[in-house]
């Protein structure tokens, strides 16, 4: 895999921000494999509303944003509203983020977010543009990177190092069962759980260790008056769900 940009294919454009999409399109399309199969993906020839790749074998879609330099906490994406209602029917794709170095055109981070992270809650509104701007009154949204867990943004590319394929499809296969909770409420609790887990930094954790994390959650589910019982109920759907195994009275493994 070549961990760089560059082609000549982009010398005859002017914009930068259209070579840059030259440039970032022609890349995955050559080197990126579905981390779902592992087969490799196609581009959309007609620039599709809701996704750039697709893969021929699982039907999965992929959506690429790119950024240059640092990653940062969030990503510039499109239209709030549109975000929104994609997160509650079926044509929300899955997204890829390619950062890479402005000068040299290196590839620093490439990462996969797998659609079953998307919850409201990782999507910011934007201000109105001005009513001087050619679409004034539009809001646009961010992408909160550091709101996502983990174990929601799988490396293909980290730090300008290539990862290895099999890891890959196994990161990608430990969460697939996210896709069970179609009801986003519910997902958002799985998701805090698993980030108060990722926060303890352990494999090898206790019940006890996450009930610290109980005013954290309470502020983000105000409307639950017994969030030590949910905290249990998580980690029971999350066991079941092969995410972590129970080994002894208020002890769990994560797989």
Same mark, same amino acid.
């Given at each position: 895999?070549?961990?760089?940009? *560059?082609?000549?294919?982009?010398?005859?454009?002017?914009?930068?921000?259209?070579?840059?999409?030259?440039?970032? =399109?022609?890349?995955?399309?050559?080197?990126?494999?579905?981390?779902?199969?592992?087969?490799?993906?196609?581009?959309?020839?007609?620039?599709?509303?809701?996704?750039?790749?697709? $893969?021929?074998? $699982?039907?999965?879609? *992929?959506?690429?944003?790119?950024?240059?330099?640092?990653?940062? #906490?969030?990503?510039?994406?499109?239209?709030?509203?549109?975000? %929104?209602?994609?997160?509650?029917?079926?044509?929300?794709? #899955?997204?890829?983020?390619?950062?890479?170095?402005?000068?040299?055109?290196?590839?620093? #981070?490439?990462?996969? %977010?797998?659609?079953?992270?998307?919850?409201? =809650? %990782?999507?910011?509104?934007?201000?109105?543009?001005?009513?001087?701007?050619?679409?004034?009154?539009?809001?646009?949204?961010?992408?909160?990177?550091?709101?996502?867990?983990?174990?929601?943004? %799988?490396? *293909?590319?980290?730090?300008?190092?290539?990862?290895?394929?099999?890891?890959?499809? =196994?990161?990608?296969?430990?969460?697939?069962?996210?896709?069970?909770?179609?009801?986003?409420?519910?997902?958002?609790?799985?998701?805090?759980?698993?980030?108060?887990?990722?926060?303890?930094?352990?494999?090898?954790?206790?019940?006890?260790?996450? *009930?610290?994390?109980?005013?954290?959650?309470?502020?983000?589910?105000?409307?639950?008056?017994?969030?030590?019982?949910?905290?249990?109920?998580?980690?029971?759907?999350?066991?079941?769900?092969?995410?972590?195994?129970?080994?002894?009275?208020?002890?769990?493994?994560?797989?």
């Amino acid at each position: 895999m070549s961990l760089n940009l *560059y082609s000549t294919i982009a010398d005859k454009y002017n914009s930068n921000s259209q070579k840059i999409r030259v440039l970032t =399109e022609k890349w995955v399309n050559e080197y990126i494999y579905c981390p779902n199969c592992g087969n490799s993906i196609n581009e959309y020839e007609n620039n599709k509303p809701v996704a750039d790749f697709y $893969c021929s074998k $699982c039907n999965e879609d *992929y959506e690429l944003k790119s950024k240059k330099d640092k990653i940062g #906490n969030k990503i510039v994406d499109g239209a709030y509203q549109t975000m %929104i209602d994609r997160l509650q029917s079926d044509t929300n794709p #899955n997204f890829f983020f390619l950062n890479y170095d402005k000068n040299s055109f290196d590839i620093l #981070n490439f990462i996969v %977010i797998p659609k079953h992270f998307f919850v409201p =809650e %990782i999507i910011e509104k934007r201000k109105p543009l001005s009513s001087t701007a050619r679409r004034a009154g539009w809001i646009g949204c961010n992408i909160l990177l550091n709101t996502i867990p983990n174990s929601g943004k %799988i490396f *293909y590319i980290k730090d300008g190092i290539e990862e290895d394929k099999n890891k890959i499809l =196994e990161d990608w296969n430990k969460t697939t069962f996210l896709k069970q909770s179609s009801n986003l409420k519910s997902k958002s609790w799985l998701l805090d759980i698993i980030k108060c887990i990722e926060k303890i930094d352990k494999k090898d954790f206790s019940l006890n260790e996450i *009930y610290q994390f109980e005013k954290y959650l309470k502020l983000k589910h105000p409307q639950n008056n017994n969030i030590p019982a949910k905290i249990r109920q998580q980690l029971q759907i999350l066991r079941d769900r092969d995410y972590l195994s129970f080994t002894n009275r208020g002890k769990y493994k994560l797989k």
